[in-house]
């Protein structure tokens, strides 16, 4: 009897620490990515490491190549502030969410987990493939990985039509770190 108790509570435990995390519950996302993107029959490859607190403030720093290393984006308030090391200057424009696959992706996975059942069960299977967004863009997830108990997407392919555009490899995720607004500005010293 003892052991059939004992049993059932190792069971327990397994089955509930086994599970995986829902989207919904991130809060924030720090994460280094890869970016391949393919122009004429070239590919280009940009490093950078992207800070995120959900939904729409988002800091991505480039690491590479070197000529763009310091470069760095901030998504704020519909607005996007781009500091260029180079000029040593910030610019303020229109936030455009074509350019930030990423956070849009992670975005439009956490409200359809949130509001499509089927959505959902299809996604905790590894049955999500393709996004589709506006102007005939859509994502295609080609890897999923488990990070600190959530799914997530790993490697994502990005379309533009049937054209490739992109992929972005995503590695050495962390989620719910603690980040904090006051961490995204633009200008760090180390940028120099």
Known sequence: MLFKIV???LFSIFTVFGQVKTLSSIKDVKVNVVEET???????EKKYDI???LPNLMLKKITFPEIN???AYLYKGGKRYVYLPIFD?????PSDK?????LETLNTLIEKEKKDKKFKDQYYKKQVKILKFKDNIKVEIEKYDIIDGY????VLKIFDGDIKVATLKLSNTKINSGLKP???VVKYEDNK
């Open 151 to 154: 799914l997530l997407p790993s």
């Open 89 to 93: 200057e910030i610019t303020e424009e």
């Open 51 to 53: 800070k995120l607190i």
């Open 182 to 184: 006051q961490e995204f």
């Open 7 to 9: 049993g059932i509570f």
């Open 69 to 71: 290393k310091g470069e």
């Open 98 to 102: 074509d350019t930030n696959y990423f």
């Open 38 to 44: 393919y122009i004429e029959n070239k590919t280009r």
